[in-house]
């Protein structure tokens, strides 16, 4: 095995999603690769298999401010809704419509249009 560096865990980390696309498939799951450690001969990280199908990755460019979307992420309750106040070159700034006030800035991948 050659050395053990960010090169090679980019590159494994993408064949490792192409051969877990089979399992999701036949197990109706989504499987994630947590952050990865490394040292120079080995490397480990943390797997999680989520019950549901893998959403669609969206980019900022599939949202427009006003819309109404909601976040998945497991810190924030699936049930809230949030409306894009301005978009970002890099994040979304959404605003809580139903509960709390909450403001956050949010990676586009993370929403979802409802």
Same mark, same amino acid.
């Given at each position: 095995?050659?050395?053990?560096?960010? %090169?090679?865990?980019?590159?494994?980390?993408?064949?490792? &999603? #192409?051969?877990?696309?089979?399992?999701?498939? #036949?197990?109706?799951?989504?499987?994630?690769?947590?952050?990865?450690?490394?040292? &120079?001969?080995?490397?480990?990280?943390?797997?999680?298999?989520? !019950?549901?199908?893998?959403?669609?990755?969206?980019? !900022? #460019?599939?949202?427009?401010?006003?819309?109404?979307?909601?976040?998945?992420?497991?810190?924030?309750?699936? &049930?809230?809704?949030? #409306?894009?106040?301005?978009?970002?070159? !890099?994040?979304? !700034?959404?605003?809580?419509?139903?509960?709390? %006030?909450?403001?956050? %800035?949010?990676?586009?991948?993370?929403?979802?249009?409802?």
């Amino acid at each position: 095995m050659k050395k053990i560096d960010s %090169n090679t865990l980019t590159k494994f980390r993408k064949d490792f &999603s #192409e051969a877990m696309l089979q399992l999701e498939k #036949e197990y109706g799951v989504t499987i994630k690769l947590g952050t990865l450690t490394y040292d &120079s001969t080995s490397f480990r990280g943390k797997m999680s298999a989520i !019950k549901g199908d893998r959403g669609e990755v969206l980019t !900022k #460019e599939d949202f427009k401010v006003g819309e109404q979307v909601k976040i998945d992420h497991k810190k924030v309750v699936p &049930s809230l809704v949030f #409306e894009i106040k301005k978009i970002n070159s !890099k994040n979304i !700034k959404v605003a809580c419509i139903s509960g709390t %006030n909450r403001v956050l %800035n949010v990676s586009p991948s993370l929403l979802r249009k409802i």
